[in-house]
């Protein structure tokens, strides 16, 4: 059962004329961890922003736990819980007091046994009674999931849980996601991280320019890539050998060189390594490396968009997202 | 506990909620709590004003005693509605940096009635403007003022000041919500000079220029100043009172009905 319907999304920003989503559609079964893997200013964050009410579509619908979003926004607050990539917490207040008051604000039957069992869940127990502004990244990132978990929502958004946070704390984020999963929670996660999607994700979606480019299991999405890689150290003074060689091989489909190596795209890897093996042996080149690899999401990537994943795994761009987010809400509605 | 209770979506979440118990309430004491807790959003709005009605008085009272015998009642209206003056700008700034800090979308996000995150500011710059109005008037007390309507023409001076204080913050708040930028809502606090020195703030209308006095009979602030002028120096004047919280009804309307109306619009956009 589907627990997410998006049918031809649409956001048009009228600022800019920016069409941030651009006909996506999708669905999320009832259970899984569904992940949204995309550039900055892909359209994840403007996809996350309408499904959790925050934006009205330009058109299209979404229908989120049952509820339309534009007809019955509230239901859907009631049974969603969001954690927004930039975590919107108040400084002031300790962590306690941030907890106690979001689960008054979704009615929840006691909010101070409520508070007390959330920041042992995400390991705030001893800095409960500091200020929210005394606490390290990593902490704001747990006491911000924590908000959005006090009713125990069905759905839960998380819009780059992982961005700006060392391996460690994305270690525990990650363990956390499954937890949460395992005990029935529908996860519905943003990343540009192309490990993280693939490490988490039942199954995602590759969304590039507001539209969705690719969509399956990791595993599906990495078979329907139907070339291996292998690359080639390029002995010195045989380079045309070589390229003689990979030109005759039915195997291949295409290779780029660089630097000393030689990246060869083949149809069947496991066939091509020891043909090209002997195909160069045959004509008096010895390679001195060669490796095969299969492919990564990235290649998917690549081939869905005809670029690769702009700073995929790497740190966060000269712009972080937060920015642009931040230039969004203050725009004038 | 009287209200029902549901598990159906696993959570132990209310079914019937209040309000005022689950939005209201708790939104309250915690901006109560943030403006506590930062002792540098307490006491210059004081300071400001007691200064004021101090030294302003004591440089004028000789002059003043042309068109008041008692100088600091006279002025003590103005340093009141200045007093709550502050609590209005400092309500914007705390609704910006709710928006910068993406804490107002963590509201948005809860279901709750859009209006009560408005409202429960509301309710604490009420506060804060109504304690401090009392401070300055007891501060106006001690150096001196004698209100002619005493206690509770007092009580009624704190009640005029506590409601523009309200009226006066839909202005920082409307441009805060409009624009979620510190720098706008900063700048809000200009529209609080035209309506005090367009205004018989420091001397009776009638010792004012005749354009001046022209232009301050279109300046609602003017029939603000009487009413609560009538009540520190003269005495009771149902007239005047009812055209001064008419005068108080009307700029809320407009400053308050587009706040809401701007909430409305950033929840919606």
């Not at chain 1, 300790?94 to 907890?99: A, H, I, N, Q, S």
């Not at chain 2, 709590?33 to 004028?60: D, E, G, K, Q, S």
């Not at chain 2, 304690?131 to 007891?138: R, Y």
Request: aromatic share 6%; with cysteine; proline share 5%.
């Amino acid at each position: 059962m589907s627990i997410i319907e998006v049918r031809d999304l649409v956001k048009v920003y009228r600022r800019g004329n920016v069409r941030a989503v651009d006909g996506v559609s999708l669905d999320v079964e009832d259970g899984e961890i569904f992940g949204f893997l995309g550039p900055n200013g892909a359209g994840k964050t403007t996809t996350v922003r309408i499904l959790t009410t925050l934006l009205s579509p330009t058109s299209g619908t979404a229908v989120v736990a049952g509820h339309d979003v534009v007809a019955d926004p509230a239901a859907v607050r009631k049974s969603i819980g969001v954690a927004l990539q930039e975590v919107g917490l108040d400084g002031l207040q300790t962590g306690r007091e941030f907890l106690e008051l979001q689960a008054a604000l979704f009615a929840v039957a006691d909010p101070r046994a409520r508070a007390v069992e959330l920041l042992d869940v995400v390991g705030l127990t001893d800095a409960a009674d500091r200020r929210v502004r005394t606490y390290s990244g990593g902490m704001k990132r747990r006491l911000d999931l924590a908000a959005g978990l006090v009713h125990r929502p069905r759905v839960l958004f998380l819009d780059e849980p992982t961005t700006g946070l060392d391996p460690a704390s994305r270690e525990n984020v990650w363990a956390e996601v499954r937890r949460l999963n395992a005990a029935g929670t529908t996860i519905l996660l943003t990343t540009q991280y192309l490990e993280e999607a693939d490490a988490l994700c039942d199954r995602l979606a590759i969304i590039d320019q507001g539209r969705i480019v690719a969509a399956g299991t990791p595993e599906e999405l990495k078979a329907s890539v139907s070339e291996d890689l292998v690359r080639l150290a390029m002995p010195p003074r045989a380079k045309t050998k070589v390229r003689a060689v990979l030109r005759g091989n039915d195997l291949v489909t295409r290779f780029e060189e660089d630097d000393g190596h030689v990246d060869v795209y083949v149809t069947n890897g496991q066939a091509a390594v020891p043909a090209l093996v002997r195909a160069l042996s045959d004509s008096g080149v010895v390679v001195p490396e060669i490796s095969l690899r299969r492919p990564t999401l990235d290649d998917v990537f690549l081939r869905s968009t005809g670029h690769r994943l702009e700073g995929a795994d790497a740190e966060p761009a000269a712009e972080p997202p937060a920015a642009a987010d931040t230039a969004r809400r203050r725009r004038t509605a | 506990m009287t209200a029902a209770t549901t598990t159906v979506e696993g959570a132990h979440v209310l079914t019937r909620r209040s309000v005022f118990r689950h939005e209201l309430l708790p939104l309250y004491r915690r901006s109560l709590r943030n403006w506590l807790r930062v002792p540098a959003a307490v006491i210059p709005p004081l300071f400001i004003p007691v200064f004021f009605l101090t030294v302003n008085t004591a440089a004028l009272d000789n002059v003043a005693q042309f068109f008041a015998e008692d100088y600091v009642a006279f002025f003590v209206p103005v340093t009141l509605l200045m007093t709550v003056a502050t609590v209005g700008n400092g309500s914007g700034m705390s609704m910006v940096q709710d928006i910068d800090t993406g804490y107002f979308d963590k509201l948005l996000l809860a279901p709750i009635r859009r209006d009560a995150i408005l409202l429960a500011r509301l309710m604490v710059d009420g506060t804060r403007a109504a304690l401090q109005a009392l401070i300055v008037l007891l501060v106006a007390l001690a150096i001196g003022a004698d209100i002619a309507t005493g206690p509770v023409g007092a009580l009624v001076a704190i009640s005029m000041a506590f409601g523009f204080g309200l009226a006066y913050a839909g202005i920082g708040l409307n441009v805060a919500i409009r624009t979620g930028s510190a720098e706008a809502t900063q700048s809000s606090m200009i529209f609080f000079f035209p309506l005090v020195f367009l205004a018989p703030s420091f001397v009776p209308l009638e010792q004012m220029a005749d354009w001046l006095q022209t232009v301050a009979r279109f300046n609602p602030m003017t029939y603000v100043i009487e009413a609560m002028r009538g009540l520190t120096l003269t005495g009771w004047n149902g007239t005047e009172l009812l055209t001064g919280f008419a005068a108080i009804a009307a700029i809320g309307t407009i400053t308050l009905g587009g706040a809401f109306r701007a909430l409305k619009a950033r929840a919606s956009q």
